[in-house]
């Protein structure tokens, strides 16, 4: 296939501005879902969590044919916490999609990955999606964008972008601005892609280099490298060489069993694929992300691809609360480690290091959100693990101690802005930039400590009633802040094994917030709820009424508990003190302390 022949293109958007909609419309109106088959909304966010939490973590690939050219589409993700997705998805393309919402304009994760995009030197074509809203504000949306290149430093070869004006949602488009008539289609915005969107400049004929940008596994295949052919051209059933990372070792040479090519939203064997095409490979077990695919005769590597500095870390550990082992499958250090390496071959943001206990392993990364999809994946999986509080990353700078300094892009209802600011306030956050919205909205920048703003998402969740927007991205390093507060009650502590009762929650309810309710197995060092004084507390939640034939008063028969807080994943790891580990189940999240019994915390605490 001629290089002219196929166009590698990214979509860039925020969260529910369309992007995956989008992508939908494009293999509808090319033919690749054909009349019989049925359709599946946003075919291309396949992972579970990224249809529960409504956002991409993993960017794909699909393709489609448009008049004798075949547009290869990488969706790729809009959270800063996902920079290393976003970095290998635009290695692998030659301009990328900016989808902006018509009300909405353009938002903080728009800039994020439009400023990687720009930094590559990558043309544009931005959509305005959802032109036929009521509340669209198209024209000065527009004027948005404009001033978004413009404060990123864009040159004027970027500046000059093509706009095209759709409806997503039914697969109508135009070019320019307006809004697309009822018997509209995507031609438009296709025959813009093929237009403003050069091919590689890559020369097939030149000796071969491909990067390996992605990894994948087939029960048949094995390890299936995936990538782009920069230059040269990769031939099924030659022989290519493997360079590693490591100078050091000699590149591995070797046939390849099988060469793949994406086709719609699957792959199909070809025999070639010459530079700038994008390859789905089998027959190296070695191979990871980064590693170049080059001439046997001449290897020469490609520059591996750079990504964001983790900023987070936490340690993973096996469970051994009593309850360990009812609900998982993996439970050794052993599965634990093998999983978290396979973790980070797929995954170039994610380090992993040893600790002082051979049990426990240290994972760092983007932020607390990837960290936390991270351990809702292996929970999936069948792992059982205990987790710690998210720390820092602390950097020495002209020899003083600094910490990340983290960028919060809240939109909410105007309303709800003073909950925002007051939220910020005690996790020493600034607020930078407020900007009013037409549309009743407000959006409010924020930067603050990293460790201030663990929990800020969940937290502005529930004071929003789900309203608010968040984005948080790194943006630079700041000198250490000092302490932060972090929960006004300490932790109530289950002091033996059992099965609470109604009787002796109704009693202690008065005392703390309780996060079980009745019938429920509790032991020893569990923590049941955050009591009202900041010291820990020590309760038996498992104690029952005495049976007698004497009845005090008629309210000892009724007992009236509040619905319990549940912890989830994220508030859990969030609210959890730095004696405290937070045990994730198949089936179950709990708190619990690091030393179940109290007379070794008393221990513990009177060492310290």
């Given amino acids: 296939?001629?290089?002219?022949?196929?166009?590698?293109?990214?979509?860039?958007?925020?969260?529910?501005?369309?992007?995956?909609?989008?992508?939908?419309?494009?293999?509808?109106?090319?033919?690749?879902?054909?009349?019989?088959?049925?359709?599946?909304?946003?075919?291309?966010?396949?992972?579970?969590?990224?249809?529960?939490?409504g956002i991409t973590i993993?960017?794909?690939?699909?393709?489609?044919?448009?008049?004798?050219?075949?547009?290869?589409?990488?969706?790729?993700?809009?959270?800063?916490?996902?920079?290393?997705?976003?970095?290998?998805?635009?290695?692998?393309?030659?301009?990328?999609?900016?989808?902006?919402?018509?009300?909405?304009?353009?938002?903080?994760?728009t800039r994020y990955v439009l400023s990687k995009a720009l930094a590559g030197g990558l043309p544009?074509?931005?959509?305005?999606?959802?032109?036929?809203?009521?509340?669209?504000?198209?024209?000065?949306?527009?004027?948005?964008?404009?001033?978004?290149?413009?404060?990123?430093?864009?040159?004027?070869?970027?500046?000059?972008?093509?706009?095209?004006?759709?409806?997503?949602?039914?697969?109508?488009?135009?070019?320019?601005?307006?809004?697309?008539?009822?018997?509209?289609?995507?031609?438009?915005?296709?025959?813009?892609?093929?237009?403003?969107?050069?091919?590689?400049?890559?020369?097939?004929?030149?000796?071969?280099?491909?990067?390996?940008?992605?990894?994948?596994?087939?029960?048949?295949?094995?390890?299936?490298?995936i990538g782009r052919v920069v230059q040269g051209t990769l031939r099924a059933g030659e022989q290519v060489a493997l360079c590693h990372s490591n100078d050091e070792e000699p590149p591995l040479r070797r046939r390849l069993t099988q060469l793949l090519g994406f086709t719609g939203l699957g792959r199909s064997e070809v025999e070639e694929r010459v530079a700038g095409d994008l390859f789905v490979l089998a027959g190296f077990p070695e191979v990871e992300i980064g590693d170049t695919l080059a001439d046997p005769a001449n290897p020469q590597p490609l520059p591996r691809l750079s990504v964001d500095e983790p900023v987070l870390r936490m340690t993973f550990g096996v469970n051994m609360s009593p309850l360990a082992g009812r609900d998982g499958k993996f439970l050794t250090s052993r599965q634990i480690k093998a999983r978290l390496d396979r973790e980070v071959l797929g995954n170039v943001s994610i380090r992993i290091g040893a600790t002082s206990s051979p049990e426990v392993i240290e994972v760092a990364g983007r932020g607390e959100l990837q960290l936390a999809v991270l351990i809702e994946s292996m929970r999936r999986e069948g792992f059982e693990l205990q987790v710690s509080r998210p720390e820092v990353i602390i950097r020495e700078i002209e020899g003083k101690p600094h910490e990340p300094l983290e960028r919060a892009v809240v939109d909410v209802p105007d309303e709800h802005v003073g909950t925002v600011t007051q939220a910020a306030a005690p996790r020493k956050g600034k607020?930078?930039?407020?900007?009013?919205?037409?549309?009743?909205?407000?959006?409010?920048?924020?930067?603050?400590?990293?460790?201030?703003?663990?929990g800020f998402r969940s937290l502005l969740m529930t004071t929003t009633r789900g309203t608010a927007l968040v984005h948080q991205h790194h943006a630079g390093w700041m000198p250490w802040a000092g302490e932060l507060p972090h929960r006004s009650g300490g932790a109530m502590v289950a002091d033996r094994k059992g099965v609470t009762t109604g009787f002796s929650l109704d009693n202690l309810q008065k005392r703390a917030e309780l996060?079980?309710?009745?019938?429920?197995?509790?032991?020893?060092?569990?923590?049941?709820?955050?009591?009202?004084?900041?010291?820990?507390?020590?309760?038996?939640?498992?104690?029952?009424?005495?049976?007698?034939?004497?009845?005090?008063?008629?309210?000892?028969?009724?007992?009236?508990?509040?619905?319990?807080?549940?912890?989830?994943?994220?508030?859990?790891?969030?609210?959890?003190?730095?004696d405290e580990l937070v045990e994730v189940t198949p089936n179950a999240v709990r708190v619990r302390k690091r030393l179940l019994s109290e007379p070794e915390r008393r221990q513990a605490k009177k060492r310290s």
């Fill in 124 to 225: 544009s074509v931005v959509v305005i999606n959802k032109v036929d809203r009521p509340d669209a504000r198209v024209d000065e949306v527009v004027d948005e964008i404009y001033e978004l290149f413009f404060s990123l430093d864009a040159g004027d070869d970027h500046i000059e972008f093509p706009i095209v004006s759709t409806v997503a949602r039914e697969g109508r488009a135009i070019l320019g601005v307006g809004v697309p008539g009822p018997g509209a289609d995507l031609a438009p915005l296709l025959d813009t892609i093929v237009a403003t969107i050069g091919a590689s400049s890559g020369d097939p004929a030149a000796p071969l280099q491909a990067l390996v940008t992605n990894l994948d596994a087939s029960d048949y295949l094995g390890r299936l490298a």
């Fill in 431 to 454: 607020v930078v930039d407020l900007r009013p919205g037409d549309s009743g909205r407000t959006v409010v920048t924020i930067e603050a400590p990293a460790r201030g703003l663990l």
């Fill in 1 to 53: 296939m001629a290089g002219s022949s196929f166009r590698n293109v990214a979509l860039i958007a925020h969260v529910d501005h369309g992007k995956t909609t989008l992508v939908d419309a494009m293999l509808g109106a090319t033919g690749v879902f054909q009349a019989h088959q049925e359709r599946v909304d946003r075919v291309m966010d396949s992972n579970d969590q990224e249809r529960e939490r």
């Fill in 515 to 578: 996060f079980v309710g009745p019938g429920v197995e509790v032991y020893e060092g569990m923590v049941i709820g955050e009591a009202t004084r900041p010291q820990e507390m020590q309760v038996n939640p498992t104690k029952g009424k005495q049976l007698t034939n004497i009845r005090t008063h008629s309210a000892d028969e009724a007992i009236k508990l509040k619905p319990p807080r549940e912890h989830t994943l994220e508030t859990a790891i969030e609210w959890i003190a730095g």
């Fill in 58 to 109: 993993l960017a794909k690939a699909a393709s489609v044919e448009w008049k004798g050219t075949r547009i290869n589409l990488v969706d790729t993700p809009g959270h800063a916490d996902f920079g290393g997705e976003v970095e290998r998805a635009l290695a692998m393309v030659d301009g990328v999609l900016l989808l902006v919402d018509a009300a909405e304009g353009p938002m903080p994760q």
